[in-house]
């Protein structure tokens, strides 16, 4: 009985299993695949698009007249690229009369293409690609119609990817009627109720369209309450258009798909005070000139006893830097200026950076806490201090940029010294768009930006170009360090400062062009002036 028993066991297992196996293999569990690639804008932003134009552009039949000095400051996508013309040609003009220079990049770059079409059509491509890939629904233009009787949220509502919400604040403001309709739709997930109301018809429940109606508007009003929205695309950044009806009545909003930004905080280990070895790392890049880096370390040392030095060498021969707190990063020989920047400065642990030149040297005016004080203090990501030469005068180098659209073959980018205001509280101090190379950073923030490793000479700019939009920067005068004698006398130089001259200041024809190419194709401008 008992072996009966376990025989029949074995045989119901047995065929549970294949039974199982058969449903798995005819009901597989559907995974569904979804559409990330970079398509063109969906139906729902072409149909607002459209409605734009015409809600933007009514009343033609009314005349006006034109506000000159307002109507100039518009940008009409058509930026000049056009320089001051050099009248006078005088020794040192530029000092008594600075003017601006423009450079056609088009002219820079493409002539000396052999297949120039080929560069704007790949140029073309890669800026089609960046527009989408960048390009938020959120930055879609809505405009709310006058007299909707649509009550809907305008902003501030937002999803985690995949999760569910309840839409805030819809709602209907009409006279009673026989019916009140209103009908709701989304691209990226689906549409439900968290709860049923009495006298409410609901249909396309948890589809991406769903439509609500009841005889009793107050009915109708609390259904509203509970409209829920789940995200069923996965973006890690993006956002769903809803589009809101009711009769010939129609509203749009956003609603933010996203992960939560997770925060970077460091720990300084102390409470009261800036501990400047806690919170600040020095960076560095040093080629073929060991006299000067020994020279720096030894004036930090006296100011900033253990302050961790970073130091980034591709010297072919390198030779030993010694002492305390100091980490030295051997590159292969003659990587360059930005690869070592890059590389002193992903091996930062502290909250801040502190970037110098080997040739520079601290003095007694270089308070490392003013620059963490004001970078505590307000919402700068970088400060810039001033460089003193060996004559006693100091430069701040500040510089302000402005991209103006210039259409299909590129924007122009204008450089001009100056700046845009002072901060309150820090008399010193301004805010900028460029700084000079003596600045300190929030490391999290410089890292995501990043440093070109091409440009290997030089690169400065190139920097704060990539960093426009993202670097909040600063830069305050009576933060100085100094620059180690750079007029000497050629016949007065050691063999070490003369090599280094032929390498840095040797630009040749590849490296102008490398870094025309920055501009032209990776930054896509047609232009660049300055003064
Ligand atoms: C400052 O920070 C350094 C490095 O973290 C630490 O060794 C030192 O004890 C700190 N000094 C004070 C006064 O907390």
């Known amino acids: 009985m008992r072996a009966i028993s376990k025989k029949g066991l074995v045989l119901v297992m047995i065929s549970g299993f294949l039974l199982l196996s058969l449903i798995y293999l005819w009901f597989p569990v559907k995974k569904q695949s979804v559409d990330i690639g970079l398509t063109q804008r969906g139906h729902i932003e072409k149909l607002l698009m459209e409605k734009n134009k015409d809600t933007l552009s009514s009343y033609h039949d009314v005349p006006y007249v034109l506000k000159e000095s307002v109507s100039r400051q518009l940008a009409y996508g058509t930026c000049e690229c056009r320089g001051d013309e050099n009248k006078i040609n005088l020794p040192l003009p530029r000092i008594l009369f600075p003017r601006v220079w423009a450079n056609n990049l088009n ?5 000396s293409d052999p297949d120039p079409g080929g560069v704007i059509g790949r140029r073309d491509k890669e800026y089609s690609a960046f527009q989408r890939r960048s390009y938020s629904p959120a930055d879609l233009l809505i405009v709310a119609e006058a007299n909707s009787p649509l009550q809907y949220p305008t902003q501030g509502v937002e999803v985690r990817p995949m999760k569910t919400i309840i839409i805030p604040g819809l709602g209907l403001k ?18 439900d109720v968290a709860a049923t109301v009495v006298g409410v018809s609901i249909s396309g429940a948890g589809q991406n369209t769903m439509g609500l109606s009841s005889s009793v508007l107050s009915q109708l009003n609390r259904q509203l309450q509970f409209v829920t929205y789940t995200n069923t695309l ?3 950044k993006t956002a769903d258009t809803v589009l809101y009806g009711s009769g010939g009545h129609k509203a749009a909003f956003t609603i933010k798909v996203g992960h939560r930004a997770i925060p970077k905080l460091f ?6 005070g800036y501990n400047i070895s806690a919170l600040v790392t020095i960076a560095t890049k040093t080629f073929l000139r060991y006299d000067k880096l020994r020279d720096m370390i030894n004036s930090v040392r006296k100011y900033y006893p253990t302050v961790l030095i970073v130091i980034a060498d591709d010297n072919e021969h390198p030779q030993p830097v010694t002492g305390p707190h100091i980490d030295r990063y051997i590159m292969p020989f003659g990587k360059g200026w930005f690869a070592g920047r890059n590389l002193a400065v992903s091996q930062v642990t502290t909250k801040y950076v502190l970037w110098v030149d080997d040739d520079f040297l601290f003095t007694e005016s270089t308070k490392l806490e003013k620059m963490v004080d004001i970078l505590e203090k307000t919402t700068l990501d970088l400060v810039g201090g001033a460089v003193t030469e060996v004559t006693g005068y100091s430069a701040t180098y500040q510089h302000t940029f402005s991209v103006d659209e210039g259409g299909s073959e590129g924007d122009c980018l ?21 700084v000079i190379n003596f600045f300190m950073a929030r490391t999290d923030k410089i890292l995501r930006v990043g440093f070109n490793p091409q440009l290997s000479r030089r690169g400065h700019l190139e920097f704060f170009v990539d960093a426009l939009g993202s670097l909040h920067v600063g830069s305050c005068s009576d933060v100085k360090i100094g620059h180690a004698s750079k007029i000497v006398l050629p016949w007065s130089k050691s063999e070490s400062a003369k090599s280094y001259d032929r390498f840095r200041y040797s630009f040749t024809n590849s490296e102008g062009r490398m870094q025309t190419e920055v501009y032209y194709f990776k930054n896509r401008l047609k232009c660049m002036s300055s003064n």
């Open 267 to 272: 720990n300084s280990g102390t409470n009261e």
């Open 414 to 434: 204008h450089i001009r010294q100056g700046h845009y205001h002072s901060i309150q509280g820090f008399p010193s101090c301004v805010v900028a768009d460029a």
């Open 174 to 191: 009409q006279d009673p009627r026989p019916t009140h309709t209103v009908s709701l739709s989304v691209t990226m997930g689906t549409l």
């Open 234 to 236: 996965f973006h890690p």
């Open 107 to 111: 002219h820079a770059y493409l002539e």
